[in-house]
């Protein structure tokens, strides 16, 4: 399974991404799938998560900003990030792993993307 992110940036408070997550290699029934991010100096986090029923679980802090969704055949998990604010700025990573239920948001995914930085100024 290979997981490829793409879709960070920098701009200013207030402004929108989307990230995007090419899933290759990963054709199972029942899997998890998230985003994750950490920032310099602070330990990573759970963003965002789906599971292969479509159920999505957010961390309280990006709850009604940021929207987790796949696409159909679902190779693609993409993270809509709206309303951005200077403490979203971190390396975000795309992970997955197979059967469930899922560890979100524990990170103990199997596997996990090279990251994308996401840079938002005040």
């Known amino acids: 399974v290979q997981l490829v992110e793409s879709g960070g940036g920098s701009l200013q408070a207030g402004g929108s991404l989307r990230l995007s997550c090419a899933a290759y290699g990963y054709t199972y029934n029942t899997y998890c799938m998230g985003w994750f991010r950490q920032a310099p100096g602070k330990e990573r986090e759970g963003v965002a998560g789906?599971?292969?029923?479509?159920?999505?679980t957010y961390a309280a802090s990006v709850k009604g900003r940021f929207t987790i969704s796949q696409n159909n055949p679902k190779s693609i998990l993409s993270l809509q990030m709206n309303s951005l604010k200077p403490e979203d700025t971190a390396m975000y990573y795309c992970?997955?792993?197979?059967?469930?239920?899922?560890?979100?948001?524990?990170?103990?995914?199997?596997?996990w993307g090279q990251g994308t930085q996401v840079t938002v100024s005040s």
């Open positions: 992970a997955a792993d197979l059967g469930l239920p899922c560890a979100f948001p524990r990170d103990d995914y199997n596997y």
């Open positions: 789906m599971d292969s029923d479509g159920i999505t």
